[in-house]
C-alpha cells in the first residue's frame, strides 16, 4: 500500500497520478461548494447514467443482431469482493491496534500523565485556533492534497540544493542551541 502511494506522489505513473489528483481535488472543491449528500449524489447519477447507458446500448445491440447482449459489467459483478478469515482477523487486529494505541495517548495527554508533553499538546491547540481562524478544514484539506503531490517531487528533482539549505539550518540551531546552553550556567550564578 505504501509503495502505491509513492509511486502516486512521486507521479512515477503519470496517468494514474493525474487521474486520483484531478479526483481529489474536483471531490474536495465540489465538497468546498456543496454539501456531502449533493456531492454523493450527483456523483451517484453520473455514474448510473453511465452505466445504465451501457447497459441499454449493449441491449439494443443485441435487438438488432451486432452483439450478444450480455451484461459489460458481468465481470465486475462476478467479482469476489468478499474478505477471507485471514484477512478479516488481520483487519479486525490493526483496527483494535490503532484504537487502543490512540485512545491510550489521548488519555495519556489529557490526563497528564507527562506535564511537558500535555503542555505541548495544549500548545497544539492552541495554534490550531489561530490556523482555525484563517482557514476551514477543506481548505485545509486541498493545501495538503496539493502539497502531498507537490513536494515530494519538487524534493526529489532539487534534492542537492534542499539538503544543502537544510544542513545550513541545522548547523544554525545547533550553535544557537549550543550558545543558550552556554550561557544558562552563568544566568545560574549570577543569580545565586
Not at 8 to 17: A, E, P, Q
Not at 158 to 164: E, L, N, R, S
Request: a positive charge; glycine letters at 4%.
Amino acid at each position: 500500500m505504501a509503495g502505491r502511494v509513492a509511486d502516486l506522489v512521486y507521479w512515477r505513473d503519470t496517468r494514474k497520478s493525474t487521474f486520483v489528483f484531478t479526483s481529489l481535488m474536483v471531490a474536495l472543491l465540489c465538497l468546498l461548494h456543496f454539501s456531502i449528500v449533493s456531492v454523493v449524489s450527483y456523483v451517484s447519477l453520473a455514474v448510473l447514467a453511465v452505466t445504465i447507458s451501457l447497459r441499454v446500448y449493449s441491449k439494443v445491440l443485441h435487438v438488432i443482431h451486432r452483439g450478444e447482449g450480455a451484461n459489460p459489467f458481468q465481470a465486475q459483478m462476478d467479482a469476489d469482493l468478499g474478505l477471507s478469515k485471514e484477512q478479516l482477523e488481520r483487519l479486525t487486529e490493526r483496527v483494535v491496534f490503532y484504537t487502543t494505541s490512540g485512545t491510550r495517548s489521548i488519555q495519556r495527554l489529557f490526563l497528564v500523565e507527562d506535564l511537558v508533553e500535555s503542555i505541548k499538546f495544549a500548545f497544539l491547540f492552541y495554534i490550531l485556533t489561530y490556523v482555525g481562524a484563517v482557514f476551514n478544514g477543506m481548505t485545509l484539506l486541498i493545501l495538503g492534497v496539493i502539497c502531498a503531490f507537490t513536494f515530494p517531487l519538487l524534493y526529489r528533482q532539487h534534492q542537492a540544493q534542499i539538503d544543502q539549505y537544510v544542513g545550513l539550518v541545522r548547523n544554525q540551531l545547533s550553535n544557537l542551541r549550543a550558545k543558550m546552553l552556554a550561557k544558562l550556567p552563568t544566568a545560574k550564578a549570577k543569580a545565586e
